[in-house]
């Protein structure tokens, strides 16, 4: 999908807007091409973004000077009829299944009168091959009546639809066959209705092309089918309805069954046994194993009870729940994901950018060839090569050769080379728990050659435990004292280092004393009042701004703590060092077998982390990382900093972080590839999304780009090359030497063919090990 703006455009200072408008009739990738300059030939339109398989335009625009139901009725008169996208959840799912029941409808029709077609042309020629005469069937006139209604029923849409592009000046794969096919019938009603003329009557090759083409054009569309069926899977995931509860406490209380969509946040509901989540929300009352896999992809069910939260459209395996809703509508994880996937598979990578230009000019360039080829011959070729003739005119061969050009010629194969790809691509990434977010990411992937990783949460399992904590002040602070006023100060924060020393209180059975004031620094420390005491606790740099010091006896001993990985934690009193605490997060399982991998592919990793060298260093240690591959004391706003200096240096990086805290970073990046526990954030950030919880999955999705981005090389080479070689087959150009001829009714069956065979090489991918 091209994304295309004019330059030296002066815009507004509002806010551009951007719609995505459903566009009917595109057949090729010269349609594309066309609807993408009738968009971006409109003033105030910014760029346009038009994909073939999805019959989708998406359009950035300035709203104070477009319309986008004009420009969908602009398109509407060029005989490509457009719409606004129904983007409304309630439909989408009917939309979807309604396209798809229709398209069955009608590629089973189109195949029906491709068969007949094919076979009642094949049965009149049975004399020629077998000797066999079936009288009626050879009749002329018979043939005559075939070609006849295949124009006006099954051939009048393309012909009509060819007629109109040629009429707008946007000439597509439908203009091509029609004039074909025209050409090849007048040619023969001519040499029926005058045949003192002596040309040979050729009503079969319309028949044959006719049948070929709708032939081919109902494999193609079974197998986009088969591409995007990953989106409609995630699409019939959604519940339907929900039970409506008043009160969580009385399980006998009667439930009421109501449209998903009329749930609201904060209402009750009640889930069964084998039902699925309707919204995502909190379990009030019951505890169950939840499947989850629709989600992350991982098959083993999950443990829920009270105060847990589940998602839609996962199951509910064993116990009865109540849970309160609090995300609904278009608001759900769920919900996301699928406008996540569908926007991906709207949108194409960059090198499909050279297909759709010469796309836009194709029809022209095959007119002029299929012109050129009926010139040669008719003038130089059959005078010059004379026995090519000798069963035929020279008139009728150079028409005939003229035919076989127009209707050989395919940009449908280039217009479906990155759409099909991304297609199965994201989906096979959406059944492994993989969001890949278009086919721009795709390309970016593959010219990665840094990875950034987060440390706490992307590497780490993000839960760090205190392991030790004593007092340093004289006299000696009591230990128990010192957690709680460190659990105390540190309630009112989120950072992972906050939550674990107030779990290791709870822990404890320690109870939290009352803050009255507090002032945080994100990934520093913080400052709070409790019990009329004002209590810092933060890292070395945070205390030596506060003016606290630290003797060098303690610094020592943090040294010694911080060189087993551990990060050490300083608490103060009244601007007085009080006592340390240390805490270790342990490397996930998979982390250390995650980055050697990654080196062994040519990655170059880093670890960024907020923690002092010390301890970045330890922990780089255990991923047999140098030392040089390491930057410590990286504030979280920081983050995005350092990514740049690596894209300064020449690097192309990628950043894999855990979606919270690392949105800048992750934006910043190439390629930002989030671990999905802050799901909404990573959904809006990241370019890859992961959502299971296993860092392992970054290698997963790299293999999964990479082969995505093979398969859509793999197409346009065909797409392209396919072009090249038969364009001239048909033209002619083994006639001389070898006796070759391409008939019009071949140049059909092998230009439906290229279409298939590119569709099928996409849905190949999803046989591939990734």
């Known amino acids: 999908m091209q994304v295309s703006s004019k330059p030296n455009r002066q815009l507004s200072q509002n806010s551009p807007e951007t719609i995505t408008l459903d566009v009917n009739g595109m057949k090729c990738a010269g349609c594309v091409s066309a609807v993408e300059r009738q968009i971006e030939q409109r003033d105030g339109v910014i760029a346009a973004q038009v994909n073939l398989v999805t019959a989708t335009a998406v359009v950035q625009y300035e709203p104070e000077q477009v319309n986008p139901d004009e420009i969908a009725a602009q398109l509407t008169a060029k005989g490509f009829p457009s719409q606004r996208h129904d983007t409304d959840e309630e439909n989408t799912a009917q939309t979807y299944e309604e396209k798809r029941q229709q398209a069955d409808r009608e590629n089973l029709q189109k195949l029906a009168i491709a068969a007949v077609l094919i076979i009642l042309s094949a049965l009149g020629h049975l004399k020629h091959f077998t000797g066999f005469h079936v009288p009626f069937l050879s009749n002329i006139w018979f043939h005559w009546g075939l070609a006849t209604l295949a124009l006006l029923f099954p051939g009048r849409e393309i012909i009509i639809d060819g007629a109109k592009g040629l009429w707008s000046r946007v000439p597509n794969m439908n203009s091509l066959i029609a004039l074909g096919t025209l050409s090849a019938y007048i040619a023969s009603c001519t040499a029926l209705v005058f045949p003192q003329l002596g040309w040979e009557c050729f009503f079969d090759e319309p028949v044959m092309l006719l049948g070929f083409i709708l032939l081919g054009r109902t494999l193609e569309q079974r197998a986009r089918g088969e591409a995007g069926a990953a989106l409609s899977a ?23 069954e109501v449209p998903v969509t009329t749930v609201q946040g904060g209402q009750w509901l009640r889930v069964l046994p084998g039902e699925k989540i309707p919204v995502d929300g909190e379990i009030v009352t019951g505890e169950t194993t939840i ?14 009870t009270e105060a847990d939260v589940v998602k839609a459209g996962t199951l509910n395996l064993t116990g009865v729940i109540t849970l309160q809703a609090t995300q609904v509508g278009k608001d759900t994880t769920l919900a996301k994901i699928i406008a996540s996937v569908e926007n991906a598979q709207m949108r194409k990578a960059p090198v499909q950018k050279l297909a759709d230009q010469v796309a836009g000019y194709f029809a022209y360039g095959v007119m002029a060839v299929a012109t050129l080829t009926f010139l040669f011959w008719y003038f130089i070729g059959t005078n010059v090569w004379i026995d090519v003739t000798a069963e035929t005119s020279p008139l009728l061969l150079s028409l005939k050769l003229m035919i076989a050009v127009l209707v050989i010629a395919c940009p449908c194969a280039l217009g479906l080379a990155t759409p099909t790809a991304i297609l199965v691509g994201t989906g096979i990434g959406a059944k492994q728990g993989l969001l890949l977010k278009g086919g721009d990411v795709l390309e970016n992937v593959h010219r990665l050659d840094t990875l950034v990783f987060d440390k706490t949460g992307t590497l780490t399992e993000g839960q760090p435990k205190v392991t030790d904590y004593f007092g340093v002040a004289t006299p000696d602070i009591e230990e128990e004292t010192l957690l709680q006023f460190a659990a105390s100060a540190e309630a009112g924060t989120n950072h992972p280092l906050a939550s674990a020393i107030v779990n290791a209180a709870q822990d404890k059975g320690i109870s939290r004393l009352p803050v009255s004031e507090s002032q945080t620094k994100a990934g520093s420390g913080v400052v709070a009042t409790v019990e009329q005491q004002q209590i810092a606790v933060g ?41 340390l605490m240390a805490l270790k997060d342990c490397l996930r399982p998979d982390a250390v077998a995650t980055v050697s991998k990654l080196q062994k592919m040519g990655f170059q990793v880093i670890l960024l982390t907020g923690d002092n060298q010390r301890v970045g260093s330890a922990i780089a240690q255990q991923l047999n990382l140098s030392s040089d591959h390491v930057f410590a004391e990286v504030h979280p706003e920081e983050k995005a900093q350092v990514i740049k200096s690596l894209q300064e240096k020449g690097y192309k990086v990628g950043m894999v972080g855990d979606g919270i805290n690392d949105a800048p970073a992750l934006a910043q990046a190439d390629v930002g590839i989030a671990i999905a526990q802050g799901t909404e954030v990573a959904l809006e950030t990241a370019s890859i999304v992961l959502m299971r919880d296993r860092v392992g999955d970054v290698i997963t999705a790299v293999r999964l780009s990479l082969a995505t981005l093979n398969k859509i090389r793999q197409n346009l080479f065909w797409a392209l090359g396919y072009n090249v070689i038969t364009i001239p087959l048909a033209a002619g150009v083994l006639l001389p030497k070898y006796d070759i001829l391409l008939s019009p009714a071949i ?24």
């Open 234 to 256: 995630l699409i019939s995931l959604k519940p339907q309805t929900a039970r409506l509860v008043k009160n969580t406490s009385n399980e006998n209380e009667k439930s009421m």
């Open 291 to 304: 499947d989850e896999s629709m989600l992350t992809g991982e098959s083993v069910p999950v443990a829920k």
């Open 539 to 579: 890292n070395e740099k945070w205390l030596h701004s506060q003016d606290i010091k630290i003797p060098s006896a303690i610094a020592q001993q943090a040294q010694q703590l911080e060189a087993a990985g551990k990060t050490v934690v300083y608490v103060a009193i009244n601007g007085a060092l009080a006592g």
């Open 747 to 770: 140049a059909a069956g092998f230009m439906a063919l290229s279409s298939v065979i590119v569709v099928t090489n996409s849905v190949l991918l999803k046989q591939q090990e990734i």
